[in-house]
């Protein structure tokens, strides 16, 4: 099916030849790199910034007198810098440095609530987490004898607020709910959601995994109490993320993990723990990955995250149009208020069946359950492809996605 192609929109943001990894072909056809959900490609900046490190930098930080120990210390606090005033933190001792979303999650449902959990107190979470947002408060419940209790979803993917409502009450002890769904793209109502958590006293994490990388995240305005993130979605290296906490309750939490760098004095009588952030860091981190992720940063800053957000916006407007238009489509996560990702299925085609064909015309996507097999259950389905934009991606991009899945539904006709 032959059909218009729309590509003399001039895009807001144009920025393709900043990523190396885009311009190569894939099985013969130029790439088209629609998998930003599950990981974004980096930007020579970036790339950069690990390689100069790793050149003539390299050495551990926080520990050493000698200039290479300094330079890399101060590149990695700069990005700590960078990372506080990107997500308008109220201090520097609010961000702790991670390995990713997962860790940041791990670590307050440990060190935060299991202290404080006992049988009968509850957590509340939503049916469009991902496993990192399922999975840690299941282990705590376990460990402690609280209980779980989740808040359902609509046909289109949001969250009914009202049942959500319902389910907050005084022993609930935290409130963990995605800010963007990975699997379906709803932009959940956060700021609402946490004023009513907070009316009661319940405190608030957000997995931002999936919201840092679209829109402009200020956590003194949305008002959380925990924000986690992770580096190689928005852009840096792999490895390395971030959990924002609310310097009090920080303040308040056990370490989570024992070792090098957490502590300020240690003997066989007992050890006392370092500062913020540094007591939740323990061991060598990721040295090169904060480093990359403060390039990242950078990068975010000069592109404009509003620019960033309405470029994408008006991209998935286009590419849920274009989608619609193909017979057999069925799209999953038809919120009201989404960020640019859209998980479809065609005619009985199988996810992973539409994926390879994709990929042999050069198209990648994710398949799969997204690590989100509630919201597939939910739907009734094993697993979606999943189309995921970023800023440098275009309507070309999205000409391409169409163009091959009607491919993939003539070689199954
Ligand atoms: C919404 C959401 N939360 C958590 C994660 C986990 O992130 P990471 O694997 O980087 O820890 C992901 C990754 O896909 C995600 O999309």
Redesign the pocket.
Known sequence: MTRPQAQNVAPIVDCRADFPALHQDVNGCPLVYLDN??SSQQPSSVIEAVANYHSHDHANVHRGVHTLSERATDAYEGARDKLQSFISASSRSEIVLTS????SINLVAQSFCRPKLAAGDKIVITHLE?H??IVPWQLVCEQTGAELLVAPMNQDGEVDNESLENLLADDVCMLAI?H???ALGTINPVKEIIAKAHALNIPVLL?G??GVPHMRIDVQELDCDFYAF?G??MFGPTGV?VLYGRETLLDAMPPYQGGGDMILEVSFDGTIYNELPYKFEAGTPNISGVIGLGAAIDYLISVGMANIAQHEEQLLEYMTEELKQVEGMRLFGTAKNKASVQSFLVDDIHSHDLGTILDHQGVAIRTGHH?AMPVMKFFGISGTARASLALYNNREDIDRLVEAVDRARALFA
């Open positions: 959900a599950a990713g979303t997962t860790e991902h990192s947002n995605a963007v769904s990975n997995d995994a999936q992770s190689h979605k993320g690590c």
